[in-house]
């Protein structure tokens, strides 16, 4: 082999490796950060279901998007959802819904098996931006139907949330969380009236 080629040879493997080499992902969840759960269910206590929540098309992605100026959006290289976000926020919202109405906890739907509802809730995050500006804005419209189906009230809940921005993303996770425990403590009470 010519000089020339152990050369060649050695600056394409040297290039791959370079090409190779990334960053590491980093991985985001979301917690539940209602208030404790009861002790006991309260006497009486209603049976409540909530379906699996829909977020905007654009939030379904494993990577994190940050919303920019105007129409544009920056999809993360190195940071991601560690579970599909709209799993995420269907299982906190339950868990935090739970303890916001004082139950031992909200039916994921759909269940599997049968569980006599009271009450059935449909939430649809109509707008879900985080922005690399420092602010997380959530959108969501609720529809609360009882057993026989039909629709008891529904409504729109509208949260923001500020943060400042850092080298990672934890901060507009944690904001995003805020903004989640919020809308679902805003939703306990429509519920808790209707």
Do not use: K
Not at 58 to 66: D, K
Not at 136 to 153: G, M, P, S
């Amino acid at each position: 082999m010519t000089r020339l080629r152990r050369v060649s040879a050695m600056l394409v493997l040297v290039t791959l490796s370079a090409c190779l080499q990334s960053e590491p992902t980093d991985y985001y969840r979301l917690v539940p950060q209602g208030p404790p759960p009861p002790s006991a269910a309260p006497a009486g206590s209603s049976l409540v279901g909530l379906e699996l929540v829909s977020i905007p098309p654009a939030s379904e992605r494993g990577e994190i998007v940050l919303a920019e100026e105007g129409n544009a959006l920056d999809v993360t290289a190195t940071d991601a959802w560690a579970a599909p976000l709209d799993q995420m926020i269907t299982l906190v919202t339950a868990e935090d819904l739970a303890a916001h109405l004082g139950l031992d906890q909200v039916y994921v739907l759909p269940a599997r098996r049968f569980v006599d509802l009271d009450r059935v809730v449909e939430l649809e995050i109509v707008a879900l931006d985080m922005t690399a500006a420092g602010e997380v804005e959530v959108t969501a419209l609720w529809r609360l139907f009882n057993r026989a189906d039909r629709l008891l009230a529904s409504g729109r809940i509208e949260q923001r949330q500020g943060f400042t921005p850092g080298d990672d993303l934890d901060p507009a996770v944690a904001a995003l969380n805020r903004a989640l425990t919020a809308m679902t403590a805003e939703l306990a009470a429509a519920i808790r009236s209707a």
